[in-house]
């Protein structure tokens, strides 16, 4: 009975669904079509405004050298959009070497931005390969505000010893088990530290518990413009306990010789003052991503 | 389902169940998170909804503000109020809230509308005040709608309190959201599980007292037929 | 308001893909929970597992069962297919209850006359009860209607496109305009649907015209 009912529902929801979005989705960027034939290409980005913008610098170059290209922005995490790519959905999406690499392997002990990338290669499911990868890196950070690092007189992190322990850190919940989270804290610079989870990766809401004391610290990306905006201190890292999280473009098989060179031209010229230049200006000037990514790729005389 | 045989597992296992992180600890977050957001809408709701069913006026004002509540996306009004307030639990009960109250809302004004005129007309007849006219008739009459908006209410939120842990917040919704960001799956089905779970116990205790207050409004009303009315 | 001036084509798009993952879900829960709550309030032994039973599923969270449909179905998280039927499934959840409790108030003198006239069951149910239950399926059907067209914003948090892109978009970047730009979308959008269906019901139920003209005349001041 049970199973007829959800079969019928599936059916019916099914077909509906489809009729409808065949005849009402006036972009036609449902993710039922079928990946391009030669010189059409899909760009994703992941469900972060950053990323968006990265991924907008590409598609406007590509497209520049007449390339077809097809957005699927905002994709989910990385359990969502890399099974698509690897499927032959999306063919390329800038992503961060670290956190991409220990996706695949949890316990890597890559630390360098060159060993993380070298080992990149291996992991990646066949029809995938990294690109050059950019200066610019998006990577977490111990952040502090100015007011508690001048009264404890912080530089690094291992001197977060000097607050009340455990040290109070507002990230998202999984900072709790990974390496660079609260297991790496204590093993490697002897401090420790409660998570108290807030699920934004470290944006408006996380700075906004820092700046208001909630928490003593804060996981904050270090392209993040709430660092100036706020005068934050994001602490050193001398044992490499935080893996490097350099901007690389996956691509699949689709990308031939000659978009890659488009591609790595504009990872080439993509430093770490470009991205958090870019992302001021988004958060500031609320632009739109076409319109950051427009003005940089003109200034870099890339379009 | 390999991963349902784990998360029963994962329920399981002792390790998960005590202490300030347990199983035990965030469910009983998570029951006092539904118990607030409930309790808070309902003391406003409850109010409102039997003015206008008792007055009569305003009652095209239930209709359109229920409406629009209902229409208010959870996730939208959470990260608005997050925006403005800060991280703690205050964000998300207070969306929680306004989840609940249309249902409540409905559910009061609709019992005490619902009562038959002529019912309400008897009661005046034999010289009831307006008070008593509500509270010793239309309220009991009405308390069957009532307890179903309550019982929407409490089910919706229940299900939606896994927010909470989106801000900040504990309950249930800390080992969905840990679970689904370090792709332990076993461990965001626990979760959802409990929440379901919970949803059933509470909805049992709900279909009790809908019969108890069935029962009631069957031996104080005169004309049988008014049951499930 | 600058955020609202930059990128209104952005709003515009995601007004539309809202619409497009949110109608089908209602029209299909609604289509699905007419036989469903006949049958629970045909047969009283059926009322509390359709009914009570069905009802849980609003207790799954949305999430997690976003995730978890796509391994059953064998489509991809992103799929709007995924979307419209987690979606059907909490209509489901809604409507079945008023369709039972919509047919339970319609006059038994009236079903009791059909069978009399000789009526088969599906006339019956067709020419009879169907009708008269009508008003009691429209306020279901809104509630549903509205409900969804909340709910489909959740699904933002995967990447499929709808209003609730300006959330976790503007989350993210502290923009205040986005996120209440999403919500007023979202609302103005449910409750044009929602007029919608009132004039869908005004058309098709022309005896309720009669009856909201007279209790409009007769209603007290």
């Given amino acids: 009975m049970l199973k007829r009912i959800l079969a019928l529902l599936a059916a019916g929801a099914v077909t509906l669904g489809l009729s409808a979005c065949g005849s009402a989705d006036p972009v036609g960027s449902s993710s039922t079509q079928t990946p391009g034939t030669t010189g059409s290409l899909v760009i994703g980005s992941q469900q972060y405004y950053s990323n968006e913008i990265i991924a907008e610098l590409y598609a406007q170059a590509l497209e520049a050298d007449g390339y077809q290209v097809t957005r699927e922005y905002q994709i989910g995490q990385r359990e969502v959009y890399l099974p698509e790519m690897a499927a032959g959905r999306i063919d390329l999406l800038p992503e961060y070497n670290g956190n991409l690499l220990q996706f695949y392997d949890k316990q890597t002990t890559a630390r360098t931005p060159a060993e993380v990338t070298a ?3 291996d992991v990646l499911p066949a029809g995938l390969r990294p690109l050059d990868m950019a200066e610019a890196t998006d990577q977490d950070s111990y952040t502090v505000t100015r007011a508690t690092a001048d009264e404890y007189g912080l530089v690094e992190i291992g001197d977060l010893a000097n607050l009340p322990q455990p040290v109070k850190i507002g990230a998202n919940s999984e900072f709790a088990t990974r390496p660079y989270g609260i297991p790496g804290l204590r093993d490697v610079y002897g401090v420790e530290g409660v998570v108290f989870p807030i699920e934004d990766s470290g944006s408006a809401l996380t700075v906004k518990a820092l700046v208001d004391g909630d928490v003593q610290v804060a996981d904050i990306y270090t392209a993040s413009p709430a660092i100036e905006i706020n005068n934050l201190v994001s602490l050193a890292d001398p044992k490499a306990l ?25 990872t080439a010229e993509l430093g770490m003052a470009d991205l958090i230049a870019m992302n001021t200006r988004s958060v500031n000037e609320q632009l739109s991503s076409s319109q950051i990514a427009t003005d940089w790729l003109r200034a870099k005389g890339l379009l | 389902m390999n991963y349902l045989t784990e998360a029963l597992a994962w329920i399981a296992d002792p390790a998960n169940q005590s202490g300030p992180n347990g199983i035990l600890a965030r469910l009983a977050e998570h029951l006092l998170y539904t118990l607030i957001a409930t309790g808070g809408a309902a003391l406003l709701a409850i109010p409102i909804g039997y003015a206008i069913g008792h007055t009569g006026r305003g009652s095209g004002l239930v209709v359109g503000a229920t409406g629009a509540a209902r229409a208010l996306p959870t ?5 608005l109020i997050a925006l403005l307030a ?3 639990i205050g964000a998300p009960l207070i969306a929680l809230g306004v989840l609940a109250a249309p249902s409540i809302l409905a559910g009061a004004y609709s019992g005490v509308q619902a009562v038959e005129p002529s019912t309400v007309d008897a009661a005046r007849a034999i010289g009831m005040s307006e008070w008593q006219v509500l509270w010793r008739v239309e309220i009991p009459l009405g308390l069957p709608q009532l307890i179903g908006g309550l019982r929407s209410a409490v089910l919706q939120v229940m299900a939606t309190a896994t927010l909470v842990a989106y801000v900040g917040g504990g309950g249930l919704g800390r080992f969905l959201f840990l679970g689904l960001k370090t792709q332990d799956y076993p461990q965001m089905l626990a979760a959802s599980l409990l929440v379901v779970a919970l949803a059933v116990v509470c909805e049992g205790l709900f279909e009790v007292s809908v019969r108890v207050s069935l029962a009631r409004k069957a031996a104080r009303s005169r004309s049988p037929q008014l049951i499930g009315g | 308001m600058n955020w609202l001036t930059n990128n209104l084509p952005a709003i515009w798009t995601a007004l539309m893909a809202h619409l497009a993952l949110s109608l089908p879900p209602i029209a299909a829960s609604f289509l699905i929970s007419l036989p469903l709550g006949w049958a629970a309030q045909r047969y009283r032994w059926l009322r509390f597992p359709l009914v009570t039973g069905l009802s849980l599923i609003y207790a799954i969270p949305s999430l997690p069962l976003l995730i978890v449909l796509p391994l059953i179905l064998g489509t991809t998280v992103r799929s709007p297919v995924n979307v419209v039927v987690a979606l059907t499934f909490y209509g489901i959840a809604l409507m079945v209850r008023s369709v039972a409790d919509a047919l339970d ?10 069978t009399a006239m000789g009526y088969s069951p599906l006339r019956q149910f067709f020419a009879v009860e169907l009708p008269l239950a009508g008003p009691g399926l429209l306020a279901g059907l809104r509630v549903v209607a509205v409900s969804t067209m909340a709910l489909v914003t959740v699904s933002a948090v995967l990447g499929v496109h709808s209003l609730g892109a300006l959330f ?11 996120v209440v730009t999403g919500i007023v979308g979202t609302v103005a959008l449910a409750l044009l649907v929602d007029r919608a269906l009132v004039a869908i019901g005004w058309v098709s139920m022309p005896w309720l015209r009669v009856r909201s003209a007279q209790s409009e005349t007769g209603g007290s001041a």
């Fill in chain 2, 86 to 88: 800060g991280i703690g």
């Fill in chain 3, 168 to 178: 976790t978009d503007g989350f993210q970047r502290g923009i205040i305009a986005e």
């Fill in chain 3, 105 to 114: 108030a319609v006059p038994r003198d009236a079903v009791t006359s059909a």
């Fill in chain 1, 119 to 121: 080992a990149l290669a």
């Fill in chain 2, 75 to 79: 996730l939208g009004v959470l990260t």
């Fill in chain 1, 242 to 266: 935080i893996l490097p999280q350099n901007i690389v473009p996956i691509v699949s098989d689709a990308v031939d010789a000659q978009a890659a060179d488009v591609i790595n031209a504009v």
